[in-house]
Structures are given as C-alpha cells and as structure tokens.
C-alpha cells in the first residue's frame, strides 16, 4: 500500500505562496499518478493539480492554472505543490493524492483515488 504525508501548509497573506510537500512510503510510489485536491467548509473536495507517474504530464483546474505547479520527484517518493499568488478563496484543507493503481492515469476526481494522505490546512488572509 501507499502511504501520504502532507507538509507545509499554514498561513498566509493574499498575493503569498506556500509549497506543500508529500511524502510517500510504498514500493510502487513511483509508478502511481498523483494528485492534489483541496476541501473547504461545507464544500465538496475538489481537484486541484495532477501528475503522471513519469512526471511528463501536468494537469490543474481552472482555479489555479498560472499560479499552482505541481510537481514530483520520484527518487525522494516526494510529491510537491506550489502555490503561488494566493487567494483568501485558495483556503481549504489540501490533500495529496495517488490513483488507485500503478501506471494510472492522473487522478482528477477523487473516485479515481487509492489513497489518501492526511490533509494539511492552508489559510489566505486577506
């Protein structure tokens, strides 16, 4: 099995940035599409960014797109979330994500998810 763990999250200022880190134990990491989702209060978890299990292929919501990067680096089973010119809306808890199975596509729903990590908060002030 895979495991996540979230890092990084906290508080900032509109305009800001924050990087998020997840760490993965699990001998397939590398072979997983990963994935991050963000859920606010009273909302429903929503997609945020994905990755191929190669890396070569990113994809983000329309939300996001311009300020968030995601990216992974296989050897340190780390996935990692930039976020840039943050938005007091960009407040949710986030969490990282991998597909259910080895060589998946990149999980932009959260029914295409085997495995979460914990969640970290993330709050924009305005």
């Known amino acids: 099995q895979v495991q996540l763990v979230e890092s990084g999250g906290g508080l900032a200022q509109a305009g800001g940035s924050l990087r998020l880190s997840c760490v993965a134990s699990?001998?397939?990491?590398?072979?997983?599409?990963m994935g991050w989702f963000r859920q606010a209060p009273g909302k429903e978890r929503e997609f945020v960014a994905a990755?191929?299990?190669?890396?070569?292929?990113?994809y983000y919501a329309d939300s996001v797109k311009g300020r968030f990067t995601i990216s992974r680096d296989n050897a340190k089973n780390t996935v990692y979330l930039q976020m840039n010119s943050l938005k007091p809306e960009d407040t949710a808890v986030y969490y990282c994500?991998?597909?259910?199975?080895?060589?998946?596509?990149?999980?932009?729903?959260?029914?295409?998810?085997?495995?979460w990590g914990q969640g970290t908060q993330v709050t924009v002030s305005s």
């Open positions: 990755i191929s299990w190669s890396g070569g292929s990113t």
């Open positions: 699990g001998r397939t990491f590398s072979l997983h599409a």
């Open positions: 994500a991998a597909h259910k199975f080895p060589y998946g596509s990149s999980p932009r729903s959260p029914g295409e998810v085997g495995y």
